[in-house]
């Protein structure tokens, strides 16, 4: 535990530190080697500072036996391929091509490079958008994405931070559910699923068969562990401050609540830091607290009211930042059903019963029953306010306001972002589960319910691991590398025309354009993203007001490469012959729309052909 608050630390307060140095300057050596050190010094202490105590077991339960150790090992060693394979290949060089090893990640993985390289290029932080011009500040928890322009400045090259950040993260991963919930929990991780993956009874092949348009249930590892990469910090964070309040509230005695095994300072710096990293988590994490507020006696609402007036200027000022000044609130709406009951052409809308069978099996019936076992046994003994609820009603019941949250309130224009709240009433009951439930069965039916809860995500697992052996083009490493070299002279905080896609190779050098990809601003809910692009589209095509419209979208430089010239085909580009030539190459041509062209300047035939 102590070598967990440590990392998560270091991590934390080295980005925060970064954050605040970047707003005086932007990130540069200096500052972020400042940032890593002071990053250091508080993890020093969060390591001395927290206790790593034997958990404590609660009444009635007995020791582990043996054999579970061989489970925790096995289950430790199949976590650890699932790293390997998924970070080592997250982003790497084969010859002239950048490749991934998940086509899950095609997308994604684009907007993280664009975010760490924007700010490691030095703009002044919380900086503008760099994929949409209409917006004044980035609407993105980035945290993750900030640490790795850290290492990146302290001289971590990309492709290394990524993997060591990527590996490191799915360690304290790991850890953290073992301390949370033991194997049972580490394995509902690593395996969740319906029925889906009950394909291979039929077929014999290990594929992803959750990674299907219909499926809504993914696989947690292969889809959002290594594509949203907010989590690879929020998980072991948020599974140690479930960790923390257990131990504080309910597994300690009265006179000990003041402190658990982390330090106060720790915990609230964990909690309150949480949105700059994953806002999603950060609200889950506050519905538990306030179910806490109401499930616990004096001395836990005492201890939860301070925690949440304390963090509540630092969260704040953080959600502040990330939501582009509170505008991204606006895609908050009320839809009752979650993505059963999307649009018409939704691809994950289904009849109810069939919905939540196929999408999460036998887990269904089993935490139905897990509730409706606690529901009566707080009806039997009656509820009076003021007498603390044991540990098991108090985190079933901040699960279950956590789910039905997700199920009424539409957080993101994507109803499946919900999932990213939805993970948390999951991994919440996944040790009482156990305890609560399956544990007191005899042992054949253990294993047979073990098996109807894990053998999809299983077989999903290694199926999505298998995929693509020999990775999937990104981008082209020349190309990349060659505007990477012509841009550098350029303004960072200068704004470019381009076509709109996830990997062009000015959003992976971290310059601004008028729009990225239509997908990355739908669902940062930015509705009249169309409008913008209808205007890009009448300048690239060379309108005769194009002066205008550069001056309306902001452009100072226009980039015409591979990707312009075909789909811009139709262009008549003015800019070539009244512009500046900023630089061209076998890649393309840039042009400065506030110098003119110089006399005798024509077109480079690469722009042309």
Known sequence: MKWLAGGLTFLNFATVCGLFLGMFGGLGPVSATFALILGVAFAFAAFFKTNDRTPSQ??????????????????????????????????????????????????????????????????????????????????????????????????????????????????????????????????????????????????FKFIDYQN??????????????????????????????????????FRSAEQDRQSGPLPFWLELSLYASMPLFHIHTFMALS???????????LPIRNQVLKLLLIALIPATFFVFTVSDDFHAGSVLTFHPGWVQRGPGNDEFKMPFFRFWFFNFGILVPLLLTLV??????????GVRWGRKQPEEIAFVFGATAIFLFTFVVQ????GWDNLKIMIWSYFIVLPLLWRELIVHWERPIRWAVCFALFASGFVSLFGGLAAGKGGFGFASRGEVDAIAAVVRQMPVEARFAAWPTYNHPLLLNGRKVVMGYPGHLWTQGFDKYGETNELLTKFMQGAPNWRDLARTLNVRYVFWGREEKANYSSSSRPWEKTTALAASGPWGAIYDLEKAALPGQTPPSAATQ
């Not at 850290?150 to 492709?159: D, E, R």
């Open 58 to 203: 609660p009444a009635g339960e007995s020791r582990p036996r043996k054999y579970r150790n061989l489970v925790t090992w096995t289950l430790g060693s199949i976590f650890a391929i699932f790293a390997v394979r998924s970070f080592c290949w997250l982003f790497y060089v084969d010859g002239s091509e950048l490749k991934i090893q998940s086509p899950v990640n095609l997308g994604d993985l684009g907007l993280h490079l664009t975010h760490i390289n924007f700010f490691a290029n030095g703009v002044h932080l919380w900086p503008s958008n760099p994929i949409y011009v209409n917006s004044d500040h980035l609407r993105y928890p980035a945290g993750i994405d900030l640490f790795n322009a850290i290492l990146l400045k302290s001289g971590i090259s990309l492709i290394p931070g990524l993997v060591w950040v990527g590996l490191l993260a799915s360690l304290a991963t790991f850890y953290a559910f073992y301390r949370w919930g033991g194997a049972f929990a580490i394995a509902g991780f690593l395996f969740n699923g319906g029925i889906a993956g009950f394909q291979f009874l039929r077929t």
């Open 212 to 249: 299907v348009n219909y499926v809504a249930w993914k696989s947690i590892p292969l889809t959002m562990l290594v594509t949203q990469r907010g989590l690879l910090y929020a998980i072991p964070a948020g599974l140690i401050l479930l960790y923390q309040w257990r131990e504080k509230f």
């Open 287 to 297: 519905i538990l607290l306030v179910c806490f507020f109401i499930a616990g006696d």
């Open 372 to 381: 409706g076992l606690l529901g009566y046994r707080v009806w039997k003994e």
């Open 411 to 414: 957080t993101a224009p994507w």
